[in-house]
């Protein structure tokens, strides 16, 4: 038997600040993104008819007419894809080539029209060359080709190109992605008719981001808010992130619950996609926020190994171990292992934590056509934090405390243990029609025994009281997303359908006790009171024992059709049902709804090859778990979302630009009844809060702007505001979103002889916020950081990150109340790094 022939493409490729700080940042944020245009339109215009870069769907290919072999070579490397060729099936075959816009499958049909073969697979991008069902290929050809490969070996040939895998961004250099899988299969950026921003792998490591308030704070649009604890509550135009996707698998993520606050490694993660605005369609009840979907690292087509170290401020240390590959002969089966460890002090004096995190991931080529996949991690942290932050003085001004102010006890600790399953398989009909299902579980568990301290404090530091928590917190995430997606022409026109169905559940078993001590004084913090333990503290206090079981059903789908060549219409609907269920040991609350619809639409038009404009609307749909005084649970957000935008995928890909105008308006949403009292487990209870609306507009630019140059810039103008309530009308209603907002961040590599080089830098901006009980203004900041990398030789690089450049002392977006959760954010900060790849 002849040795096969391949082409392939590698993965991998080798106190408040003067508005006029704060204004500066922002122009120029958008000046950087009023370049980029200018820039990436040049680039375009002098490009002229070459072959460009793969687009998701379809793109431009000029192929020549001529060997077959050649031809598909070639056309593989255009598309960033690979196929495999047996020398008998190609020899003496020609093709008169392919000139024009196509599909990847459409393309290698056009290429083998005529000759009996066919391009069969496209798992990652990976395709094998065949005979048409029923044939052998041309007759003539084969018993041609028989007699010359007769005793000939043929070497494998290697065909390269730069390009990416579609939405994979490990090992691009990227800071932009050509696609995105968050609304199921892979869609370029400019075909979304909603905002999308993409937190790739290269971003990831040159910014040191390795937690989940890491992405939030570096995403267009995002607000990360402190909990009580080490974990966030995430915001996108003023409303929290309720449900997250793992894989494109939807679950609730932010049910109200002590355990419950988002905490997510991102050391094993490719890239995090976010969608802005109401994401209901495909997950159901959700937040008009929108949603993230966290898509894991996969084992690569050539063996990679990478170790990395780090080093930094206040003791800290890392090191991690990144390794995959295929694991046979064949490809078929490829492999990936990450493990990570982190620990380290704080700015924050006792406090410390330790982490270590565990990955490993299997990808199984079953055939030609079906790809399954499964993969475990876990995260296990054991530390000693820092609960609830600082109180402020009774009027609500600062009391200027140092920033490594601690009002825990020696003896605090808490630990964090998640693990999560995830799996999945996907069947290829054929290049047009697919089918995937895919499953999530994750188990978490929170516990904790803490010292905090809050209260109303005096100007001499009286006031103030020490509080007792233990904390026992379980968690249980599952869900399961089956789609079919395909394409078809009908009535002269194109078509494209996703028809799915998902069930998530998440049930909680908890419980809490805490007890409070008068007396107690800011400036003279006792960190060495007594031991305590949960029944000692139970004993004394108060203990709390609930449990969630949250679930929901539903069935989805979406229908594009290009109506015009410019013009293509989104619609797109889901049922949902759901059943939510509190309980304590002495009462329990429900909540059901059957056969809830959440209808879409959208307009895409294609302005030109590379600029399309877009609007979209769509149904809000949230589930609450507040309870009223009563005791009954709030009922759901309703509400409608509309979305204008032009989006613009530029200079062959490497660049995507966005600008969005965007509206919500909804009722019903539980805020808290301060007439009633503490009466719900010594805390207030919810009331609906009327009609609220939300508006603003977004930008955003990202990619290689200039060659050597990658850029992130986003900027955020959002209000919200109360339309009707009884209390309310007419104040703010989202008291943490800031009406300013900017991310930005570069990296550039020098030309020339300092190409070993390459500096970045950016900053992070925002307006003034406010306090969460109204009494105060949180001010704004701007906060610098850089980073300078050498790369030593072709298998070491080292790299300097400095965060927080000027020092700057301010407090960070939380739950900041007269009487506690008033962070600082981190100080200025250091972090060095090795990174070592050797060459396999």
């Not at 159901?284 to 690292?297: A, E, L």
């Not at 719900?680 to 508006?695: D, F, L």
């Not at 955020?716 to 009308?729: A, C, H, I, R």
């Amino acid at each position: 038997m002849s040795p096969r022939r391949t082409a392939l493409l590698p993965l991998s490729l080798s106190h408040r600040p003067s508005r006029s700080v704060l204004e500066l940042a922002v122009h120029s944020a958008l000046l950087a993104m009023i370049c980029t245009v200018g820039t990436a339109q040049a680039q375009s215009a002098s490009a002229g008819n070459a072959a460009r870069a793969p687009v998701l769907v379809t793109q431009h290919h000029a192929i020549a007419a001529g060997p077959l072999d050649a031809a598909l070579a070639n056309f593989a490397a255009s598309a960033g894809v690979s196929i495999t060729m047996p020398p008998a099936l190609v020899q003496g075959k020609t093709t008169p080539g392919l000139q024009g816009t196509y599909s990847v499958g459409e393309g290698f049909a056009r290429l083998l029209a005529g000759s009996g073969l066919e391009a069969a697979g496209g798992a990652g991008g990976a395709y094998a060359l065949r005979p048409v069902a029923g044939t052998t290929g041309n007759a003539a050809d084969d018993s041609s080709n028989a007699m010359r490969g007769a005793g000939t070996t043929l070497a494998p040939v290697t065909v390269t190109a730069r390009a990416e895998q579609g939405a994979t961004t490990d090992g691009t250099r990227a800071y932009t992605s050509r696609a995105v899988t968050v609304g199921k299969g892979e869609q370029a950026l400019k075909d979304i008719p909603q905002s999308v921003s993409v937190l790739t792998r290269q971003r990831m490591d040159d910014q040191n981001l390795t937690s989940l308030a890491d992405a939030v704070n570096n995403t267009t649009g995002l607000v990360a808010t402190q909990g009580v604890g080490a974990g966030i509550a995430v915001t996108a135009r003023g409303f929290m992130i309720d449900s997250m996707q793992y894989d494109g698998v939807p679950v609730p993520r932010n049910t109200y619950s002590l355990g419950n606050w988002g905490s997510e490694s991102l050391v094993f993660y490719d890239r995090v996609e976010v969608l802005r605005g109401a994401a209901g369609l495909l997950q159901g009840g959700g937040s008009p926020g929108g949603t993230i979907n966290f898509v894991r690292k996969r084992g690569q087509a050539e063996p990679t190994v990478t170790l990395t170290g780090k080093a930094g401020s206040w003791d800290s240390y890392g090191a991690q171990l990144d390794a995959g590959g295929p694991l046979n002969k064949e490809g078929s089966l490829r492999g990936r292992v990450v493990v990570d460890e982190d620990r380290g002090h704080s700015h924050i004096d006792y406090v410390w934590q330790r982490s270590r995190t565990l990955y490993a991931a299997l990808d199984y080529d079953i055939d030609a056509d079906t790809t399954v996949g499964i993969g475990i991690s876990n995260k296990r942290t054991r530390s000693r934090p820092s609960f609830v932050g600082l109180p402020r003085f009774s009027d609500g001004s600062d009391i200027g405390l140092p920033r490594s102010t601690y009002t825990g006890a020696s003896w605090n600790r808490a630990l964090n243990d998640q693990t999560a399953v995830y799996a999945d398989a996907e069947h290829r009909f054929n290049d047009r029609w697919t089918v995937k299902a895919s499953a999530f579980g994750m188990n978490e568990q929170n516990t904790s025994v803490h010292q905090r301290m809050a209260g109303t404090i005096s100007r001499s530091g009286a006031g103030a009281m020490y509080g007792d928590f233990s904390t026992d917190l379980n968690g249980q995430h599952r869900g399961l997303d089956v789609y079919l997606r395909g394409r078809f022409e009908a009535l002269s026109m194109s078509h494209e359908v996703t028809l799915g169905a998902n069930v998530s559940r998440y049930t909680t078993n908890d419980r809490y006790a805490r007890a409070w001590t008068t007396g107690a004084n800011i400036f003279n913090i006792n960190h060495d009171r007594p031991w305590q333990d949960h029944a000692s503290i139970a004993a004394r206090g108060v203990q709390v024992i609930s449990q969630y079981d949250v679930r929901q059903e539903g069935i989805y789908g979406a229908w594009r059709a290009k109506l015009a060549e410019p013009l293509t219409m989104i619609l797109g609907g889901r049922v949902s049902w759901y059943d939510q269920v509190y309980a304590e040991p002495t009462s329990e609350s429900a909540q059901r709804k059957s056969a809830r619809p959440t209808p879409y639409a959208g307009l895409v038009y294609a302005l030109s090859p590379q600029w399309s404009a877009y609007t979209s609307y769509s149904d809000v749909f949230e589930l609450q778990s507040a309870r009223t005084a009563s005791g009954a649970v709030i009922k759901p957000i309703t509400g409608t979302n509309l979305e204008l935008g032009i989006k613009g995928e530029l200079a062959d890909g490497r660049i995507n630009t966005s600008l969005a105008l965007f509206r919500y308006e909804h009722r019903d949403r539980a805020v808290p009844d301060y007439a009633s009292g503490m009466i719900c487990n010594n805390a207030y209870c919810s009331t609906a809060a009327g009609k609220v609306r939300s508006q603003g507009v977004e930008a955003e630019v990202s990619g290689e702007v200039l060659r050597g140059l990658q850029l992130f810039a986003g900027y955020t103008y959002n209000t919200s505001k109360f339309l009707d309530d009884p209390v309310n009308e007419g104040r703010v209603f989202s008291t943490w979103t800031p009406r300013h907002l900017v991310k930005l961040w570069a990296d550039y590599r020098l030309p020339g002889a300092l190409d070993k080089f390459s500096v970045g830098g950016g900053v992070n901006a925002q307006s003034h916020a406010l306090s969460y009980d109204r009494v105060f203004k949180v001010p704004g900041f701007s906060i610098w950081n850089a980073r300078v990398a050498y790369q030593l030789n072709d298998e070491v690089a080292l790299a300097l990150n400095v965060n927080n450049l000027s020092d700057k002392r301010y407090y960070i977006p939380s739950y900041n109340s007269v009487s506690g959760n008033n962070y600082y954010g981190t100080p200025r900060s250091v972090m060095f790094t090795v990174k070592y790849t050797p060459k396999l």
